[in-house]
């Protein structure tokens, strides 16, 4: 396969991505970025300010491993946080940034991270096998300055290799996976669980 093919197939999946994230309305108002890591290293990623709901081939670019444009085109203004989990978890390929409500919703009422537990869903994760088990999905705080961002996600995995997602306080969501599929599997699986505690939140409320 040339180089070329793989770019536009990696651009078709995050198109069809964006399709459907923003069916789900986690997309609002151009916000989120995508990207997928091709088979030579480079990032096919979307382009910044694109509405990620009506993606054109065009919308999608290529950058290096270190996040410099190949073809002049501006990236994501969140790249630096796509080129840290690359050079972090060798395995993966793809990186979604939603906006989702529910990940919105959590960061203003739970502390610094949310616990997952005895949910069937949870077997949507690479990796487990019942539903017995424990994912911690961190709150990290919002920051204007992606280096330190990317600084305090990576200081976070650092200690947390397992972590599977993330979430930016009033901001959104990151999930990454082995591909696009995978990641949009962690996607809506994390946005489900986040509604469930949300809403036992609520009911104990009452
Ligand atoms: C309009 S949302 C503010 C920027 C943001 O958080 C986002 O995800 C979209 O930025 P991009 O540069 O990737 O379009
Ligand atoms: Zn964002």
Request: aromatic share 8%; charged share 20%; with cysteine.
């Amino acid at each position: 396969m040339t180089a070329t093919s793989t770019f536009y197939q990696a651009a078709q999946q995050l198109i069809a991505a964006g399709c459907f994230i923003d069916g789900k309305g986690w997309v609002p108002a151009t916000s989120g970025n995508f990207s997928a890591r091709l088979a030579d290293g480079s990032i096919a990623i979307t382009v910044s300010g694109k509405h990620k709901g009506y993606l054109q081939v065009d919308d999608i670019m290529l950058i290096d491993s270190e996040a410099n444009s190949l073809d002049g085109k501006k990236p994501s203004a969140e790249t630096g946080l796509h080129t840290a989990l690359y050079r972090r978890f060798p395995d993966i390929h793809a990186v979604l940034h939603p906006h989702p409500l529910n990940a919105v919703l959590v960061s203003r009422l739970f502390g610094d991270e949310i616990v997952l537990e005895n949910y069937e869903l949870l077997k949507a994760f690479r990796g487990i096998t019942t539903h017995a088990c424990r994912v911690v999905i961190p709150i990290f705080a919002n920051d204007q300055d992606i280096s330190r961002l990317a600084a305090q996600a990576d200081a976070y995995l650092d200690a947390h290799p397992d972590c599977q997602a993330y979430i930016i306080a009033g901001h959104g969501l990151y999930v990454w996976g082995v591909d696009v599929n995978e990641a949009l599997r962690y996607l809506e699986a994390v946005d489900f669980l986040l509604a469930c505690e949300l809403a036992l939140r609520l009911h104990r409320a009452v």
